[in-house]
């Protein structure tokens, strides 16, 4: 999938991150799930609607913005610990393809880049629909999920639970609502 090309023949979008939000949620003491989300969210879709093919999406997220309504766990996550925000002060997302049509549900395959570590992943989205807003704008909005290891992205600090387990789960689920709005061209 070519972003050139994609940009020349199709329509732009630009995430609106008042509107969207990437949610996370991992396994804690093996006993409870954790959430937490990224309000610094970033991104440009291009929708080709005559070749999805060329179409092509790319996600900046700044870490720093990581909130599990939890101060001491939100500074320990942005540590070399886990993100190490200081030295990798983004996570991005580049799609690789797609399979279906992006008004229906589909499958989006892309690069997911955490901690410097870029690992293949795919999005099950579905299209949520698109409207004219109050301004004359348009937009369309999406959600979707995954699960990565994060482990896969070099992401490994754990504590061994005395009564075996693990304080965090390797398994780590993605949920996104993405609202975009198109650009004029």
């Known amino acids: 999938m070519s972003s050139a090309a994609a940009q020349q023949t199709g329509t732009t979008w630009k995430i609106d991150p008042a509107h969207s939000s990437v949610e996370f949620s991992v396994r804690h003491l093996m006993i409870t799930t954790v959430r937490g989300r990224f309000t610094g969210v970033q991104g440009t879709v291009v929708n080709d609607s005559t070749d999805p093919s060329r179409s092509s999406v790319e996600v900046v997220i700044d870490p720093a913005t990581i909130d599990t309504r939890e101060p001491q766990r939100d500074a320990h996550l942005r540590s ?12 991005t997302f580049r799609s690789t393809g797609i399979d279906g049509k992006p008004g ?11 901690h410097g570590v870029t690992r293949p992943v795919i999005l099950d989205v579905q ?3 698109q409207i004219k807003d109050a301004w004359g704008g348009v937009r ?3 959600t979707a ?5 994060r482990s896969d992205f070099g992401l490994t600090w754990n504590q061994l639970l005395e009564a ?11 949920s996104l609502d993405v609202q975009v709005v198109r650009t004029e061209a």
Do not use: H
């Not at 070399?80 to 996570?91: G, I, N, R, S």
């Not at 999920?145 to 290891?149: D, G, L, P, Q």
């Open 145 to 149: 999920t995954t699960k990565i290891k």
């Open 80 to 91: 070399a610990d886990f993100f190490d925000v200081e030295k990798f002060p983004t996570l």
């Open 140 to 142: 369309s909005g999406f």
């Open 164 to 174: 075996g387990g693990v304080t965090v789960s390797d398994e780590v689920k993605i």
């Open 104 to 114: 229906e549900d589909f499958k989006l395959k892309g690069d997911l880049t955490i």
């Open 127 to 129: 299209s949520e629909g």
